[in-house]
């Protein structure tokens, strides 16, 4: 091609916006427009990047800091991907020798491997879920460590 013609087929490219051009069909591709090729980049930011756990530094003084940073279980690091989150007395129980737990109104099944065998120095029992959610399928939750309160 010669440089005229590929001036004309940018020039083309860049007019037609919410259709296939003659340019995006020889190149490839689909006319997004400057704010969809930006949309589609902030997503895709988005879904990949792991939000940091203690956004503004009001956990960084608790001396409680430091166990939460070192506790793991079978399934990995506990505060590493997900927040743990604080149980009542009636959204956990131990049935049938396995852990189950309420989260957002449905029962999950705790995995052994994520049961945590140390003393808890919160005195709260607590779980540490991983949402995966899709607009084709529902809600699945991975359990990334459990740990029984003083109650339990």
């Known amino acids: 091609m010669t440089r005229d013609e590929v001036r004309a087929v940018v ?16 190149a490839g591709r689909l006319w997004l427009g400057p704010l969809g090729g930006l949309t589609i980049v902030i997503v895709l930011l988005w879904i990949g990047h792991a939000y940091p756990r203690d956004i503004d530094g009001r956990y960084a003084a608790s001396p409680l800091k430091k166990w939460f940073d070192g ?29 189950h ?23 709260r029992t607590m779980v540490w879920p991983i ?3 899709s607009d084709l399928s529902p809600v699945r939750i991975e359990i990334r460590c459990f740990i029984v309160g003083a109650q339990g």
């Open 71 to 99: 506790l793991a279980s079978g399934k990995g690091p506990c505060c590493s991907d997900a927040d743990g989150t604080a149980l009542s007395d009636v959204d956990w129980e131990a049935k049938d020798g396995h852990y």
């Open 101 to 123: 737990v309420r989260i957002d109104g449905a029962w999950w099944l705790v995995p052994d491997e994520a049961v945590l065998k140390e003393p808890n120095l919160s005195q």
């Open 131 to 133: 949402y995966y959610r």
């Open 11 to 26: 020039k083309d490219f860049w007019k037609a916006p919410n259709r296939r051009s003659e340019a995006g069909v020889q």
